[in-house]
């Protein structure tokens, strides 16, 4: 049995080719599996769990049908995502995470988390993080109607667009420090994230530990999936147009 992990795939009306490779992935693949672990950033924006629209309903039965076959489904909050709420769990069946958690995959501790957190240099990414976390601005948010929900996403999206123009890679990327401090916060010498979408394997030493941090990549061209099992994980691609 694997455990399979997934990030940014930013789905949306817009994306046929993602949208089709995701379905095909949780019908064909994740059914075979122990557990699946989203983190984060599935949704190019989620604007509300009161979403009716042909989209939402699609990716929310698609979860609905795989969590009944008794498949355990994990969702960590992105920062595209962060409105995905417990209308959305009590609907699908998944279950929502804190923004960091550590899991056991087969023996060994593990902390999980979207990974815009360690981005500790994007010091202007953190102040909107903070601000749209604020729980009395989502709960006004959550209550207005959808069409001027909809207006308020459209200017949030090219604003952050605008914004990613004008920083560097550097910048947009984890650091190091906070990895290690997060790391030894959990007392684990592995690590899974995405949101950098930088798929890549870092293993370094830490107070004379070999450690391990896994990055997610993007679904842009292709899906990305991390297979873990008891005696190997590897990050894998899975091909559009199949």
């Keep these: 049995m694997t455990t399979l992990f997934i990030s940014d795939l930013h789905l949306s009306p817009a994306t046929p080719d993602i949208n089709q490779c995701f ?37 929310r039965n698609e979860f609905k049908s795989l969590t009944a076959l008794g498949i355990p489904c994990y ?10 709420g417990k209308r959305f769990a009590k609907q699908t069946g998944v279950t929502l995470l804190g923004d960091e958690t550590v899991i056991d995959l087969y023996g060994k501790q593990a902390i999980i988390l979207h990974g815009d957190t360690l981005c500790t240099e994007d010091v202007k990414y953190l102040e909107y993080r903070a601000k749209v976390h604020q729980p009395w601005l ?87 999936v991390l297979v873990y099992d008891k005696d190997s994980f590897e990050l894998q691609q899975r091909p559009f147009g199949q």
């Design 75 to 84: 969702f960590t909050q992105g920062n595209r995502d962060f409105l995905v």
């Design 138 to 224: 989502q709960w006004v948010f959550n209550r207005i109607p959808m069409f001027i929900k909809k207006k308020i996403v459209s200017k949030v999206q090219s604003d952050i667009k605008t914004d990613k123009q004008t920083k560097s890679l550097e910048i947009m990327d984890v650091t190091q420090d906070e990895v290690e401090r997060v790391m030894g916060e959990h007392n684990v010498d592995l690590m899974i994230h995405g949101h950098t979408h930088r798929p890549n394997i870092h293993r370094f030493d830490k107070d004379g530990n070999n450690c391990t941090r896994i990055v997610l990549g993007d679904w842009y061209t292709q899906g990305s």
């Design 23 to 59: 379905v095909r992935f949780m019908r064909e693949e994740a059914i075979h599996a122990e557990a699946l672990y989203v983190l984060g950033d599935l949704f190019e924006f989620w604007v509300g769990d009161d979403d009716r629209s042909d989209f939402a309903t699609l990716i």
